[in-house]
């Protein structure tokens, strides 16, 4: 018998993947990360808020009182109830141990902000206030190599192996364009969602495929289909996250982070008016923006916002950010009438903890009063693809009947069911560690049986 090149395959090096590899080398597997692009990371790259979990020792730390049961309330609120229960009570009861194994592993996380839909600061970024993704990926990626984990790019999986009903490799494509094979014990799905793909974008949400995406470029489905070739069954393809806050007049289009307004930034149209709670769910905020007459909104916030979020620096450096040294001065430089009544109306919201208008609550810490002031243009854009292939909350990939596809398991937006209609901010980030591990652990179980 033909010995396997390695215990367990993994497609995709994003969060999931760099953690079920840095996961599985610690229960003693021998791993292997394919992934199509040139670099590491996938959308995790771009993430920028934080990590949410309730009840951790950081959100002690900073004196706040967090429930598990009202994370999970929110999370399901916030998804329509369309949230798989039993994979949401799984990701809220394990999102504190994940919040662990970072900082065990030399990537803490603690300091806190809050995301729309929430109702307490349980999301958890670096001390830096750095965005959160790109120093998951880099951590993850040195301890995946101090592991030993071999990681290929520009390996793009074309196909799954199977034998005697088992899934038991893959097959790719080399950097020179040739096909090959692995064989391992297990296969690990961990390859993104389809917010790059127009072609599946038109199939399942045709009144989005004009949108722009805030989505790297190889976020194209391959999972979907990897899966669905083998027998996988997919679910709630057509419930895909338009984020409100991206920036768009450059060729490229720019996230612009929930942890601005949990920090206190606002939300004004093109008089300089409110128009929305701007920490409601992303769908509430978006269909508030879209429903303007311009379609686009101004991201308004001052230089206490700034010093709350390391990532306005990047905004700034590539020419996002509009600045005035004065409330007056900004609102001259971009049109908007009615900015310095509207700040002013804010700041008394904020001093009284009482947004009479729109009913803010959180993210209200500070009344926007220190200059510089600074406004970024937005608008939505595709931004998550909550649908994906079924699995349950042990990570195995589920056929149509329900049963298992032995030796197949799938982690991180690859996989539908958690979010329900609506992905709250900073839930990707926790799915990807909570869910990574849980892959690596579930894979070593049922190849050690």
Partial sequence: MKKNDYDLIIVGSGGAGLTAAVQASELGLQVVVLEKNAKVGGNTSRASSGM????????AQHGIVDHMRTFYDETMKGGGRLNDPEMLHHFVTHAPLAIDWLAQHGLPLADL???????????????????????????????????????????????????????????YCDNDGQPQELTAEAVILASGGFGASKELMQRYRPDLAHYRTTNQEGATGDGLRLASAVGAQLMQLDLVQVHPTVQQDQAHAYLIGEAVRGEGAILVNQQGNRFVNELATRRIVSNAITKLPEHSAYLIFDQQVRKRVKAVEFYDHIGLVKTGRTVDELADQIGLADLQETINEWNRAVENQDDEKFGRTTGMDR??????????????????????????????????????????????EVVGGLHGNNRIGGNSIAETVVFGRQAAFTAKEEIDK
């Fill in 113 to 171: 902000t809050i995301t729309g839909g929430m109702s307490q600061q349980r999301t958890h970024r670096p001390a830096s206030t750095a965005p959160v993704g790109a120093y998951l990926v880099k951590g993850l990626q040195n301890l995946a190599a101090s592991a030993g984990v071999t990681i290929m790019t520009e390996a793009k999986v074309t196909k799954l192996l199977i034998h005697d009903g088992r899934v038991d490799g893959v097959q």
């Fill in 367 to 412: 009344a926007l009063t220190a200059g510089p002031f600074y406004a970024i243009h937005v608008a939505p854009a595709i931004h998550y693809t909550m649908g994906g292939i079924h699995a349950d909350a042990e990570t195995r990939v589920l056929d149509a009947n329900g049963q298992a596809i032995p030796g197949l398991y799938a982690a991180g």
């Fill in 52 to 59: 949410n979990a309730a009840e951790t020792s950081v959100q």
